[in-house]
């Protein structure tokens, strides 16, 4: 079994940066896909970012160039710098993890594993 764990949430002001971490904990032995979503009240579960390795990284385009998804696979953990924070940034954010190569990066459906989410507020 994974378990994930995210941290790094919290109430920052527009154009203000947060770092969340996922730490992964479990069957970690090998390098798995690993992803961010978002879920603000009353949408769906969108899609951030995704991470193979260093050169095999995903973005949806509402976050491209402000944010960055990074990992430690000795640490087992995955980042997601947000830079250039925005209202519509608000959201719980998930970070999950593959079983293998999803076809489609951005689809929750290809995440296995899912950690309990943490709160961003951005303040206008």
């Known amino acids: 079994q994974v378990q994930l764990v995210e941290s790094g949430g919290g109430l920052v002001q527009a154009g203000g940066s947060l770092r969340l971490s996922c730490a992964a904990s479990g069957r970690t032995g090998s390098i798995y896909p690993m992803g961010w979503f978002r879920q603000a009240p009353g949408k769906e579960r969108d899609f951030v970012a995704a991470s193979w390795s260093a050169g095999n990284t995903y973005y949806a385009d509402s976050v491209k160039g402000r944010f960055t998804i990074s990992r430690d696979n000795a640490k087992n953990t995955v980042y997601l710098q947000m830079n250039s924070l925005k209202p519509e940034d608000t959201a719980v954010y998930y970070c999950?993890?593959?079983?293998?190569?999803?076809?489609?990066?951005?689809?929750?459906?290809?995440?296995?594993?899912w950690g309990q989410g943490t709160q961003v507020t951005v303040s206008s």
């Open positions: 999950a993890r593959a079983l293998g190569l999803p076809r489609n990066w951005s689809s929750a459906n290809e995440y296995a594993y």
